[in-house]
Nanobody
Framework: QVQLVESGGGLVQAGGSLRLSCAAS????????MGWFRQAPGKEREFVAAISRSGGNTYYADSVKGRFTISRDNAKNTVYLQMNSLKPEDTAVYYC??????????????????WGQGTQVTVSS
């Protein structure tokens, strides 16, 4: 069992930055692929970024590529999402997730079995 707790959300102006953190409980953090997803009001949950177990490989949605950076610290059981050049369309609840993702389908929410409660990110224009 893994419990995930996100933090770092808030209100920021367009063009600003935020850093989200996701702290995981348990000793098996490094055995999971970690992902970030987001859900805006009235929209489906969408993939944002994912990172491999060692942190050596990262994957991004086209909408955030070049602006967001995912990283992880396995010693601290924490995954991060650095968000720069934020846009109003980035406004959403952001969730971190953990999964085995043996299929390689990092973009699919169904590949992740543990989810955090979410943290709100609001970008004003």
């Amino acid at each position: 069992q893994v419990q995930l707790v996100e933090s770092g959300g808030g209100l920021v102006q367009a063009g600003g930055s935020l850093r989200l953190s996701c702290a995981a409980s348990g000793r098996t953090f490094s055995s999971y692929v970690m992902g970030w997803f987001r859900q805006a009001p009235g929209k489906e949950r969408e993939f944002v970024a994912a990172i491999s177990r060692s942190g050596g490989n990262t994957y991004y949605a086209d909408s955030v590529k070049g602006r967001f950076t995912i990283s992880r610290d396995n010693a601290k059981n924490t995954v991060y999402l650095q968000m720069n050049s934020l846009k109003p369309e980035d406004t959403a609840v952001y969730y971190c997730a953990a999964g085995s993702v043996y299929t390689g389908n990092y973009y699919q929410s169904s590949e992740y079995i543990y989810w955090g409660q979410g943290t709100q990110v609001t970008v004003s224009s």
